[in-house]
């Protein structure tokens, strides 16, 4: 894999990550969290690393930001290496962790950042001049000179963004910058994003909200332990994820027949609403999940509603599955590949 500090600012080359533990009588016990990972992420996007509790997110962030070695492959940032360069790594990047801890609640936000920029060596006057620089921009001017200790969850959430941001890096990581967050204060953060990004700044996004990762994301990679789907979230919905949703109109559909469609070949998966408006909760309308791949030169139209024919109260609708479906649907067909 060539490497263009232009191009790739970040780049994973088969990385590998094991950990292990001694367990009881000496046992050593090794569990593996990322398994031979590839990535090249393109100058100035926002890029998305999905994927459930567990599947290596926040390694691959610790191993990009120099926290944590990986046990084989190679890591680069900006062309560097984040083993052998690790020192010059940290110069270049920013990092961002979301939740309470990172920040001095006993100092105002000024305080904090002129802190933090000592620590990176930053001069006084250089170090007021972005602390400002960046209050400003996150919103965060007229609490400058207030304790931490009395900011929001959001605010203090701006105040990390603003802390990642005084070395002006070329690249930053953000690990769930938005879990906790009330939905206004979310809302403005995944503004700021792409705003950045706009800048020439290369952001990497763990994330478990979907609609967070289609609005805010130009590409994202899926994974569970190995990478499982890549390319942007339009991509990933046409194809990767073999999946079409047909929608429709039913009255009160038996669990035998409920069951029976859910063995049909090529569906995926149904999922019955129910009419919660109404005195009467009955299911009124399915979603079902279709495999294109199984699929794919056959009409499965006819037999559902052939099925259906006496509980479906109009025609059938179809639409591309959303980024969520689309995540659920490769981790299904991952976990099936695995057990086989």
């Known amino acids: 894999m060539a490497t263009s500090v232009t191009e790739f600012p970040i780049e994973c080359v088969d990385l590998r990550r094991v950990y292990s533990s001694r367990k009881l009588f000496g046992r050593i016990q090794s569990k593996v969290a990322i398994e031979g990972l590839n990535l090249q992420v393109p100058k100035g996007i926002v890029f998305g690393l999905l994927g459930p509790n567990g599947a290596g997110k926040t390694t691959v962030v610790r191993i990009l930001s120099t926290l944590l070695t990986p046990t084989s492959g190679e890591a680069r940032i900006l062309g560097m290496d984040v083993v052998k360069d690790a020192h010059k790594v940290r110069q270049r990047i ?10 001095y609640g006993r ?66 990581f953000l690990d769930e910058p938005t879990i906790g967050l009330d939905p206004e204060a979310a809302l403005d953060f995944r503004k700021m994003i792409p705003e950045l990004a706009s800048t020439g700044v290369t952001i990497l996004v763990t994330t478990h909200n979907m609609p967070e990762a289609e609005q805010i994301c130009d590409r994202v990679t899926i994974i569970n332990r190995k990478l499982m789907a890549m390319g942007t979230p339009d991509e990933i919905k046409r194809s990767a994820s073999g999946v079409t ?33 109404g005195v009467d909760p009955r299911i009124d309308r399915l979603t079902i999940h279709l495999s294109k791949i199984d699929n794919s030169d056959e009409n499965i139209d006819e037999p559902i509603m052939e099925l259906l024919s006496e509980v479906a109260t109009g025609p059938p609708s179809h639409r591309d599955p959303t980024l969520e479906e689309c995540y659920l649907a490769i981790l299904r067909r991952g976990s099936k590949g695995a057990a086989a």
């Open 245 to 277: 949703i047909m929608e429709i109109g039913v009255s009160a559909p038996s669990e035998s027949l409920l069951d029976k469609l859910t063995l049909m070949d090529g569906v995926l998966r149904v999922e019955p609403h129910r009419n919660i408006e």
């Open 107 to 172: 100092l105002t936000g000024l305080e904090n950042l002129l802190y933090f920029a000592g620590l990176n060596q930053l001069r006084p006057s250089e170090a007021k001049k972005r602390a400002n620089k960046y209050l400003s921009m996150l919103g965060l001017s007229d609490r400058a000179d207030s304790p931490v200790s009395q900011y929001s969850r959001g605010m203090k959430q701006r105040l990390h963004l603003a802390r990642g941001l005084l070395t002006e890096p070329s690249v930053i």
């Open 94 to 103: 920013g990092l961002v962790l979301g939740g309470e801890r990172g920040l």
